[in-house]
């Protein structure tokens, strides 16, 4: 079946720890890749998309994506985590021409001050 | 520019009514598309509208439906509410109907409690 499995349901990590979150997809053709981040009481917002090109993709906040097309993967990094980053982190994929966002079932990231 | 807008943000309503929930889109966006997000099911993806014509359907029974009027503002209704329809909706917003450069922008959510 079609799905995106993001592999931690939740991660503790403490401040300056490095963060890598991972993301799989099991849609075939071409698709288009998105990481979303809930802070607590806030609503969705897009760290970063990866549409075409470079397979590394920078976004805000200091995060990272890569792009394996061998792996069907997209896992989300940052070198360097903060107390501010503890969120809800979403894996996301479209199809190409197509607005039907399929997402992960998320990962609850906690950063210990 | 204004994010994406939805009314109203909390509603409480019993089995068996009906509800309507607002989304105002970023102002020249033409997609609005609906999710419903819920602690067991996450965020699951009921349908796209584009020019005022739904484009794609999520896997949603018939009593979850919607409409985008001209100036690109859309509503979702529920009838016959059943308790497990409590979750959050989403609405989000993007500039065309999917391509390999367009992005999604949601609102704030309207949180729906059926008792």
């Known amino acids: 079946a079609q799905s995106v499995s993001q592999h931690n349901h939740h991660v503790i990590l403490s401040e300056a720890a490095s963060l890598e979150l991972g993301c799989n997809y099991s849609?075939?053709?071409?698709?288009?890749l998105f990481w979303y981040v809930q802070y607590p009481g806030q609503h969705l917002q897009l760290l970063l998309k990866y549409f075409s090109g470079d397979p590394l993709v920078k976004g805000i906040k200091g995060f990272e994506a890569e792009f394996i097309k061998s792996k069907f993967s997209f896992n989300l990094r940052k070198p360097s985590v903060q107390w501010s980053d503890t969120a809800e982190y979403f894996c996301?994929?479209?199809?190409?021409?197509?607005?039907?966002?399929?997402f992960g079932a998320g990962t609850r990231l906690t950063v210990k001050p | 520019k204004a994010g994406v807008t939805q009314t109203p943000r909390y509603l409480i309503k019993t089995r068996g009514q009906q509800v309507t929930l607002s989304c105002s889109p970023i102002?020249?966006?033409?997609?609005v598309s609906w999710y419903q997000q819920t602690p067991g099911q996450g965020l699951q993806f009921l349908f796209e509208y584009f020019s005022e014509t739904q484009r794609n359907k999520g896997n949603f029974p018939g009593r979850f439906s919607g409409r985008q009027f001209s100036n690109s503002r859309s509503e979702m209704n529920v009838s016959t509410l059943e308790l497990g329809d409590s979750a959050l909706y989403l609405c989000?917003?993007?500039?065309?109907?999917?391509?390999?450069?367009?992005?999604?922008?949601f609102g704030p959510g309207t949180r729906l409690t059926v008792l």
């Open positions: 849609y075939g053709g071409t698709v288009n």
């Open positions: 996301a994929v479209t199809l190409y021409n197509n607005n039907d966002m399929r």
């Open positions: 102002s020249g966006h033409r997609s």
């Open positions: 989000a917003s993007s500039s065309t109907a999917g391509g390999s450069t367009d992005t999604q922008y």
